[in-house]
């Protein structure tokens, strides 16, 4: 700190005004703000960006399952299901029933979940940035936001805040949690690659299926136009170890992971690292380590695993930060409460996903979830504040439960829980904890929304 600088009070205009204002336009925020305005309440999006969906689109996430438990119950629906049967639609996701895990082409899921949420009548305000919350008495009156416009305010009576940081309550003086950043899941930059050979590929895993970890090898196609199912494996060194468990890839080791959709132009090479994703300098330093370590490993691939020689970086995803701060809610989900399927009165959602564990020097863990949880709508609602709401992964939970709760598939399930909540909510007086929850979930039922498994 080189001190301060008193800067001088301002006005600022108001622009707009909603009965849901939602910031933040990822993968929950984006599926919220379709939710309020189905669920007939006028709503606002903010996003930052020039495009939405956040870490489902900006990282290159290919992989936004678990929609279905062990037990191959289906327990995602609604918003963001639909979302996934339109790309399939668009021939850039692949869905098996069976299992209810789903791949998609990130590209595409731009352009789908912009026209989703226009078509749904969503006021928009991408390239928008929220830089402050006025608050009075514990209620949010609106936000400050800052865009080539200039400072702006825009006014509502119910928020959401799925800026996957907890921005919003953070700024309106909620409490929240945050740990250092070497114990966070690290952070992540996706180089995007194109023209790598998938029948090489697939050769040479065949030829060396005993140094490698891996689901299945698929079959070699003639023909590899439009996308086929992702061919992940791990190659083993001296440092992996198997992690023992469930379906899928399971190690714990040092990358490099070999990421192959298959489709010529579409390969994913990650280098990840460490840091506080709410400080600006280190996420300035995430971005140049993160990147050298993507690119290492890229040279790394292109030594030993044919099919890769003339592999092009066509691209980088946005910096990927799996966690940062989030709120102290009304109810904080446990580790335990994952492990022993725990129920609640106010389920809005539930959730499977595999506690997926990034570990500091680029370790990664996976171990699978037996059945499904409840989602209380209360680990979305941050205490001290009586209107808003937050989706996404900076909901109420614990570090070792969020490994699962911050899962693709869950925030699309808790952004509808929460667009859905604020529509009832901006109904009445706007305060989220004065909501009937039966008629919550009885409206959530009717979008689809599947809120309990039991036959
Ligand atoms: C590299 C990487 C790979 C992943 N891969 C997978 C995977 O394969 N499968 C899986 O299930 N999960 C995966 N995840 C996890 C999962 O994708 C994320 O946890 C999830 O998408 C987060 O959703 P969210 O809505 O909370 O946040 P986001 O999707 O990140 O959305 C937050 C949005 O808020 C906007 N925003 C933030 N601050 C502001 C502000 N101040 N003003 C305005 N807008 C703001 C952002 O631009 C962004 O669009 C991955 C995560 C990362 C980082």
């Known amino acids: 700190m ?3 600088y008193k800067i001088p009070a301002k006005t600022f205009p108001i622009v707009a005004e909603a009965e849901v204002i939602v910031i933040g336009g990822g993968t929950a925020g984006l599926i919220a703000a379709i939710a309020a305005k189905r669920s007939g309440a006028r709503t606002i999006l903010v996003e930052r960006e020039g495009f939405l969906g956040g870490a489902l689109t900006g990282t290159y996430c290919t992989q936004p399952g678990f929609f279905g438990d062990s037990d191959e119950n289906h327990i995602i629906k609604g918003i963001g299901w ?33 026209e989703m949420v226009v078509d749904a009548g969503v006021d928009l305000y991408l390239h928008t940035y929220l830089s402050d919350v006025l608050i009075e008495n514990g209620l949010i009156k609106g936000i400050v936001v800052q865009s080539k416009s200039g400072r702006q305010v825009i006014t509502g009576k119910t928020f959401v805040d799925a800026t996957g940081d907890a921005d919003v309550a953070f700024l309106a003086g909620a409490p929240v949690e945050q740990l250092d950043s070497d114990k966070l899941w690290q952070t992540s930059v996706d180089l995007k690659v194109c023209n790598v050979d998938p029948a090489k590929v697939i050769e040479w895993a ?54 192959l959709l298959i489709h ?48 092009i970086v066509i691209g980088e995803a946005f910096l990927g930060v799996r966690e940062t701060r989030r709120i102290v809610g009304d109810y904080k989900i446990s580790i335990d409460d994952l492990l022993n399927n725990a129920r609640f009165n106010d389920v809005v959602a539930l959730n499977c996903r595999a506690l997926d564990r990034h570990l500091k020097g680029e370790i990664f863990e996976i171990k699978f979830l037996k059945g499904n949880h409840d989602i209380p709508l209360r680990a979305l609602i941050p ?12 909901l109420s939970c614990d570090h070792e439960s969020h490994a699962s709760l911050r899962g693709a598939a869950t925030c699309l399930a808790t952004g509808h829980a929460a667009g859905t909540t604020a529509a009832l909510a901006a109904k009445g007086n706007g305060k989220v904890r004065d909501i009937d929850i039966k008629t919550l979930q009885n409206l959530l039922k009717v979008q689809k929304v599947i809120l309990n498994t039991s036959k």
């Open 2 to 4: 080189l001190g301060n």
């Open 82 to 114: 639909e979302l996934m049967e339109r790309l399939e639609q668009e021939n850039a996701a692949i869905i098996n029933r069976k299992n209810w895990k789903v791949q998609i082409f990130p590209e595409t899921v731009k352009k789908v979940t912009l």
């Open 383 to 394: 205490q001290k504040i009586e209107n808003l709401l937050v989706a996404g992964r900076c």
């Open 206 to 259: 065949n030829e060396n299926d005993d140094e490698i970890l891996t689901d299945k090898i698929p079959e070699p196609k003639k023909d590899y136009s439009g996308i086929s199912p992702m061919f992940e494996f791990i190659i083993m060194s001296d440092e992996t170890e198997l992690v023992g468990g469930g379906l899928g890839i399971k190690h714990k080791g040092p990358m490099p992971t070999v990421k």
């Open 264 to 311: 010529p132009s579409l390969s994913r090479v990650q280098g990840s690292v460490e840091i506080d994703g709410t400080k600006v300098k280190d996420l300035t330093h995430a971005k140049i380590e993160s990147r050298r370590r993507a690119y290492k490993h890229l040279e790394y691939l292109k030594e030993i695993v044919p099919g890769y020689e003339d592999a």
